[in-house]
């Protein structure tokens, strides 16, 4: 049975996972074993088994670690007040860093075939709840006239596969960081949004 959670334990979790989105990147779920995840952080096997029991617990978890960030921000900005392009931005940010920084450039559909029905069932449910919250700050952008008129539906569609796609091509030995990527995303994501189409460079980045 896995452990339970304490700080520690949460925390040796959250290395095991990035080290599975780096195998799972690199040789696809099916491809990584569990002895290459574990052998990436001086761990045994069995040392790995005490905190999940498979690699598809593995592989859920990697997304409920995922989409609870995504899921938290949204309630932030909601809460924050900011008006919807720079709640939009702040996702858009955020989303980036979380693909290239915390999984390593591993897209959020990393490998969903791979796990059973009522995983599978559980990961939609919540991508759902962020899918919901996008359209609604792309709708209330309309309605407050920031950005032009559209199907808030197909817009969220095209801003989260832009960014996952940032996946297949991401280089970490390249030129660009994550921020430098995040903040061009977010610039000609929100900025094409906007009445007139012209980006909003937002506030600086800072010094890297």
């Given at each position: 049975m896995p452990v339970q959670q304490t700080p520690a334990s949460a925390d040796r979790r959250t290395e095991i996972l990035k080290s599975a989105a780096a195998a799972f990147r690199r040789r696809g779920y099916h491809g990584a074993s569990v002895d290459e995840i574990a052998s990436a952080?001086?761990?045994?096997?069995?040392?790995?088994?005490?905190?999940?029991?498979?690699?598809?617990?593995?592989?859920?978890?990697?997304?409920?670690?995922?989409?609870?960030?995504?899921v938290t921000l949204l309630d932030e900005v909601r809460v924050e007040g900011l008006p919807p392009d720079q709640q939009l931005r702040k996702l858009v940010l955020a989303f980036v860093h979380l693909i290239l920084d915390e999984l390593h450039g591993t897209a959020l559909t990393l490998?969903?075939?791979a796990l059973s029905p009522p995983?599978?069932?559980?990961?939609?449910?919540?991508?759902?709840?962020?899918?919901?919250?996008?359209?609604?700050?792309?709708?209330?952008?309309?309605?407050?006239?920031?950005?032009?008129p559209g199907d808030p539906k197909m817009i969220a569609f095209a801003m989260m596969g832009a960014v996952n796609w940032i996946a297949k091509w991401y280089d970490p030995a390249g030129p660009m960081t994550s921020q430098a990527i995040g903040e061009s995303f977010a610039d000609y994501l929100i900025g094409g949004l906007r009445r007139g189409g012209l980006p909003d460079s937002g506030p600086p980045a800072p010094a890297r």
């Open positions: 952080l001086a761990m045994t096997k069995g040392n790995l088994y005490y905190y999940f029991r498979n690699k598809e617990e593995i592989l859920f978890a990697c997304h409920e670690y995922s989409l609870d960030i995504l490998d969903l075939q995983l599978l069932r559980k990961v939609i449910a919540r991508r759902d709840a962020v899918d919901r919250g996008l359209r609604r700050l792309l709708q209330q952008g309309m309605d407050d006239g920031l950005f032009a």
